[in-house]
């Protein structure tokens, strides 16, 4: 009733409400450009490269650009599934977390996104390393049962 959007169940956080933060993300062209680079970074980097480096990464960036979206109040709709589903057949530790939130900084840097608005984001994604660490163990991309041939 007092106009704030209510957010989707799959999003796993709030939104953000100052609309600058979108606006240092330069919107979501911004965002798809950010989106683009940060996969490039994932799929160079070893810690990460196992996970991204597959048929999937295109889907993955949209799906990406939709929930910064949608968490920077931009107007957008995250329509994917929540992290703990998404996340589940994979091996993620907190190596392989941390080095996806360091590439993502890299990323937001290149594109000139204030530190300020940068820790915004990162303040909301942060926790979700709940639902998307999957092992303490040894990181691993195979699918978990392994599939029968
Ligand atoms: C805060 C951190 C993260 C966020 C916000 C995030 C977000 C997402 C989103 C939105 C999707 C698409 C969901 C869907 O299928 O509908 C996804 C899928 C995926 N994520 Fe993450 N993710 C994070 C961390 C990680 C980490 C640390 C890894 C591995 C190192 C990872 C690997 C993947 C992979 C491989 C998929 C594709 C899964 C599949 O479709 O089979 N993610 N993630």
Same mark, same amino acid.
Request: aromatic share 8%; with cysteine.
């Given at each position: 009733?007092?106009?704030?959007?209510?957010?989707?169940?799959?999003?796993?956080?709030?939104?953000?409400?100052?609309?600058?933060?979108? +606006?240092?993300?330069?919107? =979501?062209?911004? #965002? $798809?450009?950010? *989106?683009?680079?940060?996969?490039?970074?994932?799929?160079?980097? !070893?810690?990460?490269?196992?996970?991204?480096?597959?048929? +999937?990464?295109?889907?993955? =960036?949209?799906? #990406? $650009?939709?929930? *910064?979206?949608?968490?920077?109040?931009?107007?957008?709709?995250? !329509?994917?599934?929540?992290?703990?589903?998404?996340?589940?057949?994979?091996?993620?530790?907190?190596?392989?977390?941390?080095?996806?939130?360091?590439?993502?900084?890299?990323?937001?840097?290149?594109?000139?996104?204030?530190?300020?608005?940068?820790?915004?984001?990162?303040?909301?994604?942060?926790?979700?390393?709940?639902?998307?660490?999957?092992?303490?163990?040894?990181?691993?991309?195979?699918?978990?049962?392994?599939?029968?041939?």
């Amino acid at each position: 009733a007092d106009g704030t959007p209510v957010p989707s169940p799959n999003l796993g956080t709030t939104i953000i409400q100052d609309p600058t933060v979108f +606006k240092d993300f330069g919107g =979501k062209e911004g #965002l $798809v450009k950010i *989106m683009d680079d940060f996969m490039v970074l994932l799929i160079a980097d !070893p810690r990460t490269k196992p996970f991204f480096d597959n048929e +999937k990464q295109a889907f993955i =960036k949209a799906m #990406l $650009v939709e929930q *910064m979206c949608e968490i920077l109040n931009g107007g957008c709709k995250y !329509p994917g599934r929540d992290m703990k589903s998404s996340h589940a057949t994979m091996r993620v530790n907190r190596e392989a977390f941390n080095a996806l939130v360091e590439d993502f900084q890299l990323a937001m840097d290149k594109h000139n996104v204030p530190f300020s608005s940068q820790n915004k984001l990162l303040a909301k994604l942060a926790p979700m390393y709940r639902d998307i660490e999957t092992t303490t163990g040894a990181a691993s991309a195979t699918l978990v049962p392994p599939v029968a041939k």
